[in-house]
């Protein structure tokens, strides 16, 4: 027999699959842990996590803040400030959509990526096709998610090592044969 560990997080996490309809093993597999592992936090099997990237997940996909989980402690991991992700949280709360429907979008393989993306430890897609269904998913414009899109493309360059004030010339002419070509698709 398992000993009961009673937490106020549990609690939170089994009504807020219960208010929302989520099975155990979508929620799993949102937050990449284990089946087995949400079964026992709900059930009070074992303490609830301390794991800063895992409370974060939960609190991403319940959309709180993970302070509202006594267990949570600084974050583990730099957190992304990226304009395009606080875009693309403002289209979701714009278009109403929760971030578990936003979530069912996606195949579910892709939907921790997109887990992490929202809660800041990835950037958005370099991915054009990416990007793109994201964005239409939310109800972006084809610019909106370009320019994204541009953003996103840019930092990819001056990260690998490119100076774009010297390459200025060259990094226009790119965009915008991009754009011409990704405006133009139907």
Known sequence: MKTKITTKSSKKLSDFLNKNKLHKRDF???????????YNLIDNTIPFSTRGTTLERIATVMEVEPEVFEEYRLPQEPILIDKNIEKIKKNLKEKNMSVIDFLKSFPRNKRLEIVDMLRGAMPVPVDYNELKFIGNTIGMNNEEIFDIWETRLKQT?????MNLNSNSELIDKMIACAKKYTLNLK
């Open 157 to 161: 360059l001056e990260n690998g090592g």
């Open 28 to 38: 799993a597999q949102m937050i990449g842990v284990t089946l087995s592992y949400v």
